[in-house]
């Protein structure tokens, strides 16, 4: 007993109607079947509204749709039951299509509204996913289940769309389904069941059409398959997952997986496959279908093709940014200042200007760090960088992280002299009250880009044995001169 107080309401209403679809497969055609069939289906609509009063999702506006898109297939159940097995009708279309014909776009907007909340905004390759299977498998529909029962309805115009709307709702659903699947981005159990269930209210409703337009064969067992629709989605309403279903996604855009294109790949595939199937059952190939169909999914397969190479644009973009700057405070990291400086010494040889280099190195931040934590030490990165950033917009002179607390200065164009100064304003804005040493050096005409930056290491290394808070250049080098020498203060 303690162990069925256990059971979660979802897991109830699943094993209930288990049983009943295992007692509708024994029941003989009658109005105790069709109650039983149109118990569930109201049973369904009913579970759909309790599971969002219930779990009272952020976003509920979707769950209620789709409860108001039950409630219409299941009203839609019970007149059937009345006109069609009890009332004896012979009439088409009747009152109980009014229902299932509202139901369908009710379903789907259900379905759309859960895609758009799962991902805001534009989803241009979820509706290119949409698409390709809603012509693939529109194909297929038309060939072998529309086609085929408008041959078989008399000549009446009005019957003839109703039965069209069986399909293309179907169809419909299927591609906002897909849309569903593409925007949201996880597995829970509630997207399982929904699936479940849209896949299975299409295939009952495919085989009623298909037994329709072919007369003569059992449809009796179609209804066990609607019930289990019916079930399952009144257990995804049911289920605590429903709460994330229609939640934002964590991330903005989801992998192609294997998954996506293994399904967009069967989809694109239907068109030639149809014909190969009218072929090979001797039909008559619905060559014109085919032709557009097959137009149709080219093209919107160029457009996702385009969509995927915008994004690896995009991508590639973004790799570009994070292998060239420092992720802390967004300045050239140290590979892109190499790759930098060795561009402006080849500007600064053709252009006979000046080039000189400076490194900066925060006073004392190891005891910062020690004393304060490392996130104010990051902090104090930051606010550096973007301090120093203010002063030197307009200059043309490039600032880089070379590692740790040390920064490099690039100033082509720049005499020593106003580098010093410089440098002076750069200290004046060091934020939290610090400091920092700096060493200078001006590129001799000759020498190598690394060779110039130890040299502006050693002016700092000087400035730092002098008491820190103050800059050193390194005097121009002669030839055989031992390294080390020739520094002197800056200014």
């Known amino acids: 007993m303690d162990s069925l107080h256990r059971l979660l309401p979802w897991q109830v209403f699943t094993a209930c109607g288990a049983a009943l679809v295992l007692l509708c497969l024994f029941l003989p055609d009658g109005l105790v079947r069709a109650v039983l069939v149109a118990g569930v289906s109201v049973a369904a609509a009913v579970a759909t509204a309790v599971g969002a009063r219930l779990h009272r999702p952020q976003r509920a506006s979707a769950w209620w749709l789709l409860a108001a898109g039950l409630m219409a297939w299941a009203l839609g159940d019970v007149s059937y039951t009345v006109c069609y097995t009890w009332l004896g009708w012979d009439t088409y279309p009747s009152v109980p299509d009014v229902f299932y014909v509202l ?3 009710l379903i789907a907007a259900a379905l759309l ?13 979820g509706v290119i996913d949409a698409a390709v299977l809603a012509v693939g498998f529109g194909l297929l529909s038309w060939t072998f289940l529309v086609r085929p029962a408008l041959a078989s309805l008399p000549e009446d ?21 897909v849309r569903v699947f593409a925007a949201a981005g996880h597995g829970s159990r509630a997207f399982g069941l929904l699936a479940g269930a849209a ?15 072919y007369a003569g064969l059992d449809d009796s067992w179609i209804d066990p398959v609607f019930m289990t629709s019916y079930v399952l989605w009144g257990a995804a309403a049911l289920h605590p997952s429903m709460r994330r279903l229609s939640d934002p996604s964590p991330s903005s855009r989801h992998e192609f997986s ?36 097959s137009a149709v999914l080219f093209l919107l397969v160029v457009a996702r093709m385009s969509a995927l190479l915008g994004r690896l644009r995009e991508q590639t973009a973004l790799l570009g940014d994070l292998a060239r700057t420092d992720p802390l405070t967004g300045l050239l990291n140290r590979r892109s200042a190499d790759a930098a400086l060795e561009r402006v010494r080849e500007r600064t040889r053709r252009e006979g200007t000046p080039l000189v280099v400076a490194l900066l190195d925060l006073d004392r931040f190891k005891d910062f760090n020690d004393t304060r934590g490392h996130p104010a030490g990051d902090r104090l990165l930051v606010g550096a960088a973007s301090a120093w950033g203010a002063v030197l917009a307009g200059t043309g002179i490039q600032l880089a992280r070379w590692g740790g607390e040390e920064f490099l200065l690039v100033a082509s164009g720049w005499e020593t002299g106003r580098v010093e100064q410089l440098l002076d304003d750069l200290r004046a804005v060091v934020p939290e009250g610090q400091t920092f040493s700096a060493g200078l050096a001006r590129w001799d005409g000759q020498e190598a880009t690394d060779r110039l930056v130890a040299r502006a290491d050693e002016a700092l290394y000087a400035a730092k044995h002098a008491g820190r808070a103050c800059s050193r250049t390194a005097a121009l080098r002669r030839e055989g001169e031992r390294e080390g020498e020739q520094l002197h203060p800056a200014g």
């Open 157 to 177: 115009l009005f019957a003839g769309l109703v039965a069209l709307a069986y399909p293309v709702g179907d169809v419909v659903v299927l591609a906002m389904l």
């Open 258 to 293: 294997p998954l996506r294109l293994a399904v967009l790949t069967a989809a694109s595939l239907l068109s030639p496959g149809t014909l190969g199937l009218q072929l090979a059952l001797g039909q008559q190939p619905q060559g014109w279908a085919v032709v557009i169909s």
């Open 113 to 125: 509204r859960m895609a758009r909340q799962a991902r805001p905004g534009a989803d241009r390759e």
């Open 199 to 213: 896949v299975f209210m299409l295939l009952a409703d495919a085989l009623w059409q298909y037994a329709d337009a």
């Open 103 to 105: 139901a369908y776009p």
